[in-house]
């Protein structure tokens, strides 16, 4: 059973940057499909990027595109997503999730957070003026 915990939020100024972590315990997969999620208050969990295995297959929602990265050290067992240029819009709770079971051509917007079946528990993310 793979188990994830999240590091690297807090706040930070408009135009700032942020780097969140993800590191995987248990029993690990190079081919897991791996993402980063955001909830804002009221709103459902949205997906900001998803990355399979190494990176054979890589998605940013238009919102972050371009301003954030996504990354997966396989062989540390970390998932990253550096973010640049942050954004007022960008307060949420940030996630990490990983599925063994949504393949390759699925590991994109086609997925949903409800098909991800192991999560962390979520860190904050504070963008003030």
């Known amino acids: 059973e793979v188990r994830l915990k999240e590091s690297g939020g807090g706040s930070v100024q408009a135009g700032g940057s942020l780097r969140l972590s993800c590191a995987a315990s248990?029993?690990?997969?190079?081919?897991?499909?791996m993402g980063w999620f955001r909830q804002f208050p009221g709103k459902e969990r949205e997906v900001v990027a998803t990355?399979?295995?190494?990176?054979?297959?890589?998605y940013y929602a238009e919102s972050v595109k371009g301003r954030f990265t996504i990354s997966r050290d396989t062989s540390k067992n970390l998932l990253g997503l550096q973010m640049n240029s942050l954004e007022l819009e960008d307060t949420a709770m940030y996630y990490c999730?990983?599925?063994?079971?949504?393949?390759?051509?699925?590991?994109?917007?086609?997925?949903?957070?409800?098909?991800?079946?192991?999560w962390g528990q979520g860190t904050q993310v504070t963008v003030s003026d």
């Open positions: 999730a990983a599925d063994y079971g949504i393949p390759v051509y699925r590991c994109n917007d086609r997925v949903l957070p409800s098909s991800f079946d192991t």
């Open positions: 248990g029993s690990t997969y190079t081919n897991y499909c």
């Open positions: 990355i399979y295995g190494g990176g054979v297959s890589v």
